[in-house]
């Protein structure tokens, strides 16, 4: 009998998703970028089956338009990383985490941030999956 192979990326735990932002939800801009409104277009990096709505959550990178801000962003295509949802999630220790609004921070599509500074709370899993957040946050939840 032939020993059975691991899974490719076993080794990383898999983290559970909740539906909490979905193609044409609003999203506030959570630095100070010039943006200050965004809609989600498309969610980088998901595959799902097909006529099934992608969903992104917290840590995720988006695909957004800007809908209100500075006229040179306006209409603009960018890429953002979520960093609240108000959609509650469950966290691996069990509790449960729901912030006030949905919230995002401009990237470059190398996950580096385009602005310098970030408002408010960001959730601990935006932290852990992007580094270069980290160095721009003053309250992690």
């Given at each position: 009998?032939?020993?059975?192979?691991?899974?490719?990326?076993?080794?990383?735990?898999?983290?559970?998703?909740?539906?909490?932002?979905?193609?044409g939800?609003?999203?506030?801009?959570?630095?100070?970028?010039?943006?200050?409104?965004?809609?989600?277009?498309?969610?980088?990096?998901?595959?799902?089956?097909?006529?099934?709505?992608?969903?992104?959550?917290?840590?995720?990178?988006?695909?957004?338009?800007?809908?209100?801000?500075?006229?040179?962003?306006?209409?603009?295509?960018?890429?953002?990383?979520?960093?609240?949802q108000?959609?509650?999630?469950?966290?691996?220790?069990?509790?449960?985490?729901?912030?006030?609004?949905n919230?995002?921070?401009?990237?470059?599509?190398?996950g580096?941030?385009?602005?310098?500074?970030?408002?408010?709370?960001?959730?601990?899993?935006?932290?852990?999956?992007?580094?270069?957040?980290?160095?721009?946050?003053?309250?992690?939840?």
């Amino acid at each position: 009998m032939a020993a059975k192979r691991a899974k490719a990326g076993a080794a990383i735990p898999r983290r559970r998703r909740v539906a909490g932002i979905i193609n044409g939800t609003r999203l506030v801009v959570a630095d100070n970028s010039g943006a200050k409104e965004v809609m989600v277009m498309g969610i980088i990096g998901i595959k799902t089956r097909l006529r099934r709505i992608p969903f992104a959550s917290v840590g995720d990178m988006v695909v957004v338009t800007v809908k209100k801000g500075t006229p040179e962003l306006k209409g603009q295509k960018l890429r953002a990383i979520i960093i609240r949802q108000k959609k509650p999630f469950r966290r691996p220790d069990g509790t449960w985490i729901a912030f006030e609004d949905n919230a995002c921070v401009l990237v470059n599509p190398d996950g580096t941030p385009k602005a310098k500074e970030i408002r408010g709370p960001v959730a601990r899993e935006a932290i852990e999956r992007w580094p270069q957040i980290a160095n721009m946050v003053t309250i992690v939840v």
